[in-house]
T-cell receptor, first 113, second 118 residues
Framework: GAVVSQHPSWVICKSGTSVKIECRSL??????MFWYRQFPKQSLMLMAT?????????EQGVEKDKFLINHASLTLSTLTVTSAHPEDSSFYIC?????????FGSGTRLTVV | AQTVTQSQPEMSVQEAETVTLSCTYD???????LFWYKQPPSRQMILVIR??????QNATENRFSVNFQKAAKSFSLKISDSQLGDAAMYFC???????????????FGTGTRLTIIP
């Protein structure tokens, strides 16, 4: 298999501040990584696709200025939630593709107070 | 656009029994991949089984097997000899087989919560 590390696993921040979530592929290089958002008892909704060295592709309805994605290397992608508000509270999951399979991070629970 | 539908929000099964989770999908593509993922309470997504659309043979992984009906666009998961550790949310997912950027993304169904009754 392959290991994807996501950090932090949980974070609480004040409304109006920014939060950065990291996603690392530990034992393989990932040219493509994905960021998902999951509301309680719901499915994973794709937010954006990030490709190393180029701009991320955002899904319809996702504010790219609010959810900044940077895929600066073949092993690291970051998601920054800017000017966070309580409605941004959610579970965020990243994944990276190796061959035909997507490997998922363990997720980050963001709570904005 | 592709869609994935899981019509069973919740299912339960007695330990050691067999349960089948349903999934249907809609696509205009002829080549694609289908997956079943398990999400236990830890929220870690775990791949259970994968099926390539060009393969007629149903995939199997130990106690897990699928019934892939391409014409009907159906992809059900059968869990045999259910164990307490099988309790989780199960998501069906679709992925295009096209290799260009962005087509690696997964489209998930809404999930089925499986409860195992001791």
């Amino acid at each position: 298999g392959a290991v994807v590390s996501q950090h932090p696993s949980w974070v609480i921040c004040k409304s109006g501040t920014s939060v950065k979530i990291e996603c690392r592929s530990l034992d393989f290089q990932a040219t493509t990584m994905f960021w998902y958002r999951q509301f309680p008892k719901q499915s994973l909704m794709l937010m954006a696709t990030s490709n190393e060295g180029s701009k991320a592709t955002y899904e319809q309805g996702v504010e790219k200025d609010k959810f900044l994605i940077n895929h600066a290397s073949l092993t690291l992608s970051t998601l920054t939630v800017t000017s966070a508000h309580p409605e941004d509270s959610s579970f965020y999951i990243c994944s990276a593709t190796k061959e035909l399979e997507q490997f998922f991070g363990s997720g980050t629970r963001l709570t904005v107070v | 656009a592709q869609t994935v539908t899981q019509s069973q929000p919740e299912m339960s099964v007695q330990e050691a029994e067999t349960v089948t989770l349903s999934c249907t999908y809609d696509t205009s593509e002829s080549d694609y991949y289908l997956f079943w993922y398990k999400q236990p309470p830890s929220r870690q997504m775990i791949l259970v089984i994968r099926q390539e659309a060009y393969k007629q043979q149903n995939a199997t992984e130990n106690r897990f097997s699928v019934n892939f009906q391409k014409a009907a666009k159906s992809f059900s998961l059968k869990i045999s000899d259910s164990q307490l550790g099988d309790a989780a949310m199960y998501f069906c997912a679709y992925r295009s087989a096209k290799s260009n950027f962005g087509n690696e993304k997964l489209t998930f169904g809404t999930g089925t919560r499986l409860t195992i009754i001791p």
